[in-house]
Antibody
Framework: QVQLVQSGAEVKKPGASVKVSCKAS????????ITWVRQAPGQGLEWMGW????????NYAQKHQDRVTMTTDTSTNTAYMELRSLRFDDTAVYYC????????????WGQGTLVTVSS | SSELTQPPSVSVSPGQTARITCSGD??????VSWYQQKPGQAPLLAIY???ERPSGIPERFSGSSSGTTVTLTISGVQAEDEADYYC???????????FGGGTKLTVL
């Protein structure tokens, strides 16, 4: 069965960087992109971007494009999302999702990773 | 892709029909997906391509589209359907995705 397993919770100081991992299993990793979405406490879902595992092409939300980098490692079937210059309002649960084969949506999601930015 | 607008909340009694709308100027040209999210859980895809239901999603969940508005309908609402629901769309190249603000469904 398809599974996306994310790395554990992180606590970072303002200005630092965080790199969240998302390990995929149960399907051909290169056949689907990976999208990243975050959710601040008590708030809605916010799309951050997605990466094609096949050709490593990325699409980032304009709001995040200066601070985010998405990558994949096909040798370990793992996707990564790095966010730099962290601010207090980056505190959120970060989710990875598998992009549909023919649609820009996600049927499978990781369990989420809580990133807390605190001084 | 433009913004998506959802009502903040919808309330229904068990057994009734809940309708949650999602409006956006670009929706006539874009598919919409719907996600259910319960507290502390990851989103769950409930509907995609406006009206397609993934395997495992109960038949009481359906979707429809008319012009700039897409509607998620839950027929015969059950207590377990109480959750936040988000619509999502993307432009044709996938370079821009957007989520609606979410609708809290309360089962009275």
């Amino acid at each position: 069965q398809v599974q996306l397993v994310q790395s554990g919770a992180e606590v970072k100081k303002p200005g630092a960087s965080v790199k969240v991992s998302c390990k995929a299993s149960g399907y051909t990793f290169m056949s689907h992109g990976i999208t990243w979405v975050r959710q601040a406490p008590g708030q809605g879902l916010e799309w951050m971007g997605w990466i094609s595992v096949y050709n490593s092409k990325t699409n980032y939300a304009q709001k995040h494009q200066d601070r985010v980098t998405m990558t994949t490692d096909t040798s370990t079937n793992t996707a990564y999302m790095e966010l730099r210059s962290l601010r207090f309002d980056d505190t959120a649960v970060y989710y990875c999702g598998r992009v549909g084969a023919a649609d820009f949506m996600s049927e499978y999601w990781g369990q989420g990773t809580l990133v807390t930015v605190s001084s | 892709s433009s913004e998506l607008t959802q009502p903040p909340s919808v309330s229904v009694s068990p057994g009734q029909t809940a309708r949650i709308t999602c409006s956006g100027d670009a929706l006539p040209q874009q598919y919409v997906s719907w996600y259910q999210q319960k507290p502390g859980q990851a989103p769950l895809l409930a509907i995609y391509r406006d009206s397609e239901r993934p395997s495992g999603i109960p038949e009481r969940f359906s979707g429809s589209s008319s012009g700039t508005t897409v509607t998620l309908t839950i027929s015969g609402v059950q207590a377990e359907d109480e959750a936040d629901y988000y619509c999502q769309s993307a432009d044709s190249s996938g370079s821009y995705w957007v989520f609606g603000g979410g609708t809290k469904l309360t089962v009275l």
